[in-house]
């Protein structure tokens, strides 16, 4: 199978904070994978920036910020190392397309960073979220766009790990089954 069978490559990411926003709250953890070859994967763990995390947070994501202060990588190194990644499964003419379920979440910490650490995000300025489009191309209302719906509907009921990179590469089979099914649609 080409790693990028569209002139886009699909990237799924997932991320893990320490709370709902980045200018007080920490990114913590990247997981990402293609969409097309989720064999071509990457993950990170981050050093906080602050000691801040939201209970609601931590709960979610089970890591531990004091291990993550010795254990996880500087962010500068964690954008670099995700950015030198994105740039080695690029192939040829392909640029990276973000795809998050609930982008707007994930795109806003991972924009940051890479803006913050780096000067630039290789996603340029464009995410696609799998919600909004299972609600394109479903006609279905936004409280029917669940990912326990649609978890349920297309991958027998698995749900989240709240770990980064197996809920990006769950995202991105979940992508793979509504993007051929649009397409079939659109074809008929």
């Not at 997932?14 to 293609?34: H, M, N, Q």
């Not at 080695?88 to 994930?106: H, I, K, Q, W, Y």
Request: charged share 20%; with cysteine.
């Amino acid at each position: 199978m080409e790693l990028c069978p569209d002139l886009e490559c699909y990237v799924s990411v997932d991320v893990e904070t320490s709370g709902p926003f980045p200018s007080t709250y920490s990114l913590l953890a990247i997981g990402a994978c293609l969409v097309y070859e989720p064999t071509q994967y990457f993950y990170v763990e981050l050093r906080p920036l602050s000691t801040a995390s939201a209970p609601e947070a931590a709960r979610i994501h089970r890591l531990s910020l004091d291990r993550l202060a010795v254990e996880g990588l500087p962010p500068a190194e964690a954008m670099l190392r995700f950015a030198d990644w994105l740039k080695s499964v690029m192939t040829e003419g392909r640029r990276p397309l973000f795809v998050g379920f609930n982008a707007a979440f994930d795109w806003m910490f991972v924009n940051d960073y890479f803006h913050r650490f780096l000067g630039y995000n290789p996603f340029g300025h464009a995410a696609l979220d799998i919600k909004s489009f299972y609600m394109g191309m479903s006609g279905r209302r936004w409280c029917e766009t669940s990912m326990r719906q649609l978890t349920r509907r297309y991958l027998g009921g698995r749900q989240l790990a709240h770990h980064a990179l197996d809920d990006a590469l769950l995202q991105a089979e979940l992508f793979r089954l509504l993007l051929a099914e649009a397409r079939a649609q659109h074809n008929k």
